[in-house]
Antibody, heavy 120, light 107 residues
Framework: EVQLVESGGGLVQPGGSLRLSCAASGFTFSNYWMHWVRQAPGKGLVWVSRINRDGSSTNNADSVKGRFTISRDNAKNTVHLQMNSLRVEDTAVYYC?????????????WGQGTTVTVSS | EIVLTQSPDFQSVTPKEKVTITCRASQYIGSSLHWYQQKPDQSPKLLIKYASQSFSGVPSRFSGSGSGTDFTLTISSLEAEDAATYYCHQSRSLPLTFGQGTRLEIK
């Protein structure tokens, strides 16, 4: 079964850090680009970050540039999101998703999400 | 940044009714437009890829059309299980963006 399972969410104070992880199974992880997408409470979907197949290229939304870093470990089938200098507005459910790329398949599998709450 | 504007924001519909949701892009995106369904407390699910291609396992009552800047998601005969929020999403250029969502309520 193709599956993405996020972990690492929690309550953190403004200015703090968290590291999210996403464990992939059921497919050839190294064939896929990986993304993080977030959803603030009661709001819509917002793309956060992506990483290419071998981890050599990453892109981030302007709202997280310089604060969030995406990385992957193809040997362990995991992708991470290191979140520093967290702000109240970063409070959201964070979803891990995969994309085949090359205009073949958009984000087709999503994890269940992990909740990040930034509050004092 | 490519802005996607969906209409309507909310619609209350009866079962078996035909539903049409539109998504307009602020600039040309070709066919790089996809549709997702999100039910309460669930993660989004891909319905339609590249404007009109049905994703595997999606019921045939869901279809998509359009290209360029104007796109449509159609549910031919609404079922109770289709109560959800629907999002369009463009993968033409970074930053990747989503529409604001259309919430469908079943009467």
């Amino acid at each position: 079964e193709v599956q993405l399972v996020e972990s690492g969410g929690g309550l953190v104070q403004p200015g703090g850090s968290l590291r999210l992880s996403c464990a992939a199974s059921g497919f050839t992880f190294s064939n896929y680009w990986m993304h993080w997408v977030r959803q603030a409470p009661g709001k819509g979907l917002v793309w956060v970050s992506r990483i290419n197949r071998d981890g050599s290229s990453t892109n981030n939304a302007d709202s997280v540039k310089g604060r969030f870093t995406i990385s992957r470990d193809n040997a362990k089938n995991t992708v991470h999101l290191q979140m520093n200098s967290l702000r109240v507005e970063d409070t959201a459910v964070y979803y891990c998703t995969r994309e085949y790329g090359d205009s073949v398949l958009p984000m087709d599998v999503w994890g269940q999400g992990t909740t990040v709450t930034v509050s004092s | 940044e490519i802005v996607l504007t969906q209409s309507p924001d909310f619609q209350s519909v009866t079962p078996k009714e035909k539903v049409t949701i539109t998504c307009r892009a602020s600039q040309y995106i070709g066919s790089s437009l996809h549709w997702y369904q999100q039910k309460p407390d669930q993660s989004p699910k891909l319905l339609i890829k590249y404007a009109s291609q049905s994703f595997s396992g999606v019921p045939s009552r869901f279809s998509g059309s359009g290209s360029g800047t104007d796109f449509t998601l159609t549910i031919s005969s609404l079922e109770a299980e289709d109560a959800a929020t629907y999002y369009c999403h463009q993968s033409r250029s970074l930053p990747l963006t989503f529409g604001q969502g259309t919430r469908l309520e079943i009467k």
